[in-house]
């Protein structure tokens, strides 16, 4: 069964930091893309950042460049996102996404591109 399982959501304050993980198990198939999304409420799902795993080249977001990093552990099947120097606007539930498109790299914030996804992780940052 596959499965992407996200942890490491939380309250902070404005200024500091969290890393967001998420597990992939059950995978058969290649997972070209591995990104990051959210969705605060009343707001459509954004992409964040992503990882296209063939290359390693990552794609962010304008509003969290600088600020977030998107990271992988090929061993432990893992996806980070450290996010520093969080915002009030940061604040949603943030999703873990796959995609087995190989060519997810050049529609990355499209969330059609994806077909695997997780629970979500809440992310809340007060200032």
């Known amino acids: 069964q596959v499965q992407l399982v996200e942890s490491g959501g939380g309250s902070v304050q404005a200024g500091g930091s969290l890393r967001l993980s998420c597990a992939a198990s059950?995978?058969?198939?290649?997972?070209?893309?591995m990104g990051w999304f959210r969705q605060a409420p009343g707001k459509e799902r954004e992409g964040v950042a992503t990882?296209?795993?063939?290359?390693?080249?990552?794609y962010y977001a304008d509003s969290v460049k600088g600020r977030f990093t998107i990271s992988q552990d090929n061993a432990k099947n893992t996806l980070y996102l450290q996010m520093n120097s969080l915002k009030p606007d940061d604040t949603a539930m943030y999703y873990c996404a796959a995609s087995n498109n190989m060519w997810c790299g050049g529609h990355w914030s499209s969330d059609t591109v994806y077909n695997g996804w997780g629970q979500g992780t809440q992310v809340t940052v007060s200032s």
């Open positions: 990882i296209y795993t063939g290359g390693g080249n990552t």
């Open positions: 059950g995978y058969t198939y290649t997972r070209y893309c």
